[in-house]
């Protein structure tokens, strides 16, 4: 079964290495300008490059932060530094402190009312700690003798990269390797009538001096979940569009939990809807327009502001990656990459999330740039893996997961083939809040047989990132059911809850957790 269940990976591997890459088309007699350029200095460029100068290689990062369609600019350290996974926990924690005060009566504090919520005060001090680590980035560089240039970067040759400065100012360098790091940024849905217009993105909300009222967010992906969770978390009116499903390829059943939850938490959703315009009123107000796919019928609701959640494309367009014989996905415009992270281009590699088939994850494209800066300077041969990689939905409800889905587990080893083990529990600190507790559920997907080995573990609850995380190594380390279910919990917590489970989806008993 376990062969089984890895020759998808082993394919996958197979086609990633079958590259005829391509030679040069140019030979330089001297030497290079610098061993590596990085060309972006988000989260794996920086890795990269930092890790590449420690192992004495000449390096330089190029990163140009190209405002956004509101006008929003930021510092150096890429998007999750700047209007990603940072600012986006710290709201979310100031989502958390929320309902922490609401809690708090029932263990006997006297808190005066009525409680309120600041949007300045908080955008300030998120804002404050970012361009703390825009400087800590900076000086990091300098400090291990990496050149740093404020550019935007494109390719002229396999071995030439043009930098181009605000002013329009251009120099040229070359380097023996290239990497392409330059992340993504939101989409617009351009063919809807008022959205470039009006609308914001992620790439704006975090940097909002203002609150931003009554909104309405479009898209149920993590960013807009996580958007509109927080949102609604310090007392804003907010209702997320969801054209399908939430959380599109999640397992499904957690996702549902999620929304459930965020909807008893307050979060309006609108399912089965698609925008069709946006006007601005006299008012200010935005008043949005929208299509009900299953009745056809149309609705409208005025907002204070309209936030796009509808997927992210890749910076490459203005790399000029094509003319220098880079290919590209034709479909998403990601860089095709081996599972070495080349390119097409035997020199050029790229990483992160302009990379077709890699996770658009922060930890990933670090590990990746790390391993590749070792493998170009000759100090090691080690391949990134990307398999069973957890990540968390910083949603109201925490959602963590690593490995398998439930439905992905039961397509590549047959329904017949798949055990899932689960249990609803309550968080202890949930019982004398009197909170909810009916989406707080486990799900552990094994081999149906021989030694059940864990291809999957999904966690809804508090911490899920804390909880995730460590359970994370054992699922590298192949473990099974058997070697969890001995594995002794830390009492009382939310995690023992996975080192007890003992009922099957398939017995059809009763999964909720009694007792302590």
């Known amino acids: 079964m376990a062969a089984l269940c890895s020759k998808h990976r082993l394919k996958h591997l197979q086609h990633l290495c079958s590259f005829g890459f391509k030679t040069p088309r140019r030979n330089f007699a001297g030497k290079y300008d610098y061993d590596l350029v990085v060309i972006g200095g988000g989260s794996g460029g920086l890795a990269c490059s930092k890790e590449a100068a420690q192992l004495e290689q000449k390096v330089a990062v190029l990163d140009y932060v190209e405002p956004s369609v509101r006008g929003t600019t930021w510092?150096?350290?890429?998007?999750?530094?700047?209007?990603?996974?940072?600012?986006?926990?710290?709201?979310?924690?100031?989502?958390?402190?929320?309902?922490?005060?609401?809690?708090?009566?029932?263990?006997?504090?006297?808190?005066?009312?009525?409680?309120?919520?600041?949007?300045?005060?908080?955008?300030?001090?998120?804002?404050?700690?970012?361009?703390?680590?825009?400087?800590?980035?900076?000086?990091?560089?300098?400090?291990?003798?990496?050149?740093?240039?404020?550019?935007?970067?494109?390719?002229?040759d396999e071995h030439t990269i043009r930098g181009m400065n605000a002013k329009g100012k251009e120099m040229t360098v070359t380097?023996?390797?290239?990497?392409?790091?330059?992340?993504?940024?939101?989409?617009?849905?351009?063919?809807?009538?008022?959205?470039?217009?009006?609308?914001?993105?992620?790439?704006?909300?975090?940097?909002?001096?203002?609150?931003?009222?009554?909104?309405?967010?479009?898209?149920a992906s993590y960013v807009g979940l996580e958007c509109a969770g927080f949102l609604t978390g310090i007392g804003l009116d907010t209702t997320v569009m969801v054209r399908s499903i939430a959380l599109r390829g999640f397992d499904q059943q957690m996702s549902r939990?999620?929304?459930?939850?965020?909807?008893?938490?307050?979060?309006?959703?609108?399912?089965?809807?698609?925008?069709?315009?946006?006007?601005?009123?006299?008012?200010?107000?935005?008043?949005?327009?929208?299509?009900?796919?299953?009745?056809?019928?149309?609705?409208?609701?005025?907002?204070?502001?309209?936030?796009?959640?509808?997927?992210?494309?890749?910076?490459?367009?203005?790399?000029?990656?094509?003319?220098v014989g880079v290919e590209l996905n034709e479909d998403t415009g990601k860089v095709i990459v081996a599972a070495d992270e080349r390119t097409s281009v035997s020199n050029i590699f790229a990483i992160g999330d302009i990379a077709q088939g890699r996770p658009e994850l922060t930890p990933t494209a670090i590990k990746a740039g790390k391993l590749l800066a070792r493998r170009l300077a000759g100090h090691s041969s080690q391949l990134?893996?990307?398999?069973?990689?957890?990540t968390t939905v910083f949603t109201p409800l925490e959602y963590g997961c690593v490995g398998l889905s439930e439905e992905e587990a039961e397509r590549r080893c047959g329904k017949e083939n798949v055990e899932v083990y689960h249990a609803f529990y309550k968080p202890l600190e949930f019982t004398v809040a009197e909170r909810d507790a009916g989406q707080c559920y486990i799900?552990?997907?094994?081999?149906?047989?021989?030694?059940?080995?864990?291809?999957?573990?999904?966690?809804?609850?508090?911490?899920?990132?804390?909880?995730?995380?460590?359970?994370?190594?054992?699922?590298?380390?192949?473990?099974?059911?058997?070697?969890?279910?001995?594995?002794?919990?830390?009492?009382?917590?939310?995690?023992?809850?996975?080192?007890?489970?003992?009922?099957?989806?398939?017995?059809?008993?009763?999964?909720?957790?009694?007792?302590?």
Request: proline fraction near 5%; hydrophobic fraction near 35%.
């Open 75 to 156: 510092g150096l350290g890429g998007t999750c530094v700047n209007v990603g996974c940072i600012p986006k926990k710290l709201m979310h924690q100031t989502a958390l402190l929320g309902t922490a005060v609401k809690d708090a009566k029932k263990y006997g504090w006297k808190i005066p009312e009525p409680v309120s919520h600041d949007w300045a005060t908080m955008s300030q001090a998120v804002q404050n700690h970012v361009k703390s680590l825009n400087w800590g980035h900076r000086v990091q560089l300098q400090d291990r003798k990496v050149k740093y240039l404020n550019m935007k970067g494109s390719l002229v």
């Open 175 to 219: 380097a023996r390797n290239v990497v392409i790091a330059t992340g993504g940024r939101p989409k617009y849905p351009t063919h809807v009538p008022g959205a470039l217009e009006f609308g914001i993105s992620s790439d704006d909300l975090f940097w909002l001096k203002e609150s931003p009222g009554k909104t309405l967010v479009v898209g």
């Open 443 to 516: 799900k552990v997907v094994c081999e149906g047989h021989g030694d059940q080995r864990v291809l999957g573990l999904h966690f809804t609850g508090p911490n899920a990132g804390e909880v995730t995380q460590g359970f994370a190594l054992g699922l590298q380390c192949g473990f099974t059911y058997a070697q969890l279910r001995d594995t002794v919990g830390i009492h009382p917590t939310c995690a023992e809850e996975l080192t007890k489970i003992n009922i099957t989806k398939r017995s059809g008993l009763d999964a909720t957790v009694t007792g302590c």
């Open 257 to 323: 939990l999620v929304t459930d939850y965020m909807e008893a938490y307050g979060t309006r959703f609108s399912w089965d809807a698609v925008p069709k315009k946006v006007e601005k009123l006299p008012s200010g107000l935005l008043q949005v327009t929208w299509t009900d796919t299953q009745s056809k019928q149309e609705h409208q609701d005025a907002f204070n502001t309209v936030l796009w959640a509808v997927g992210r494309a890749p910076e490459t367009k203005t790399l000029n990656l094509k003319q």
């Open 384 to 390: 990134m893996n990307y398999d069973n990689v957890p």
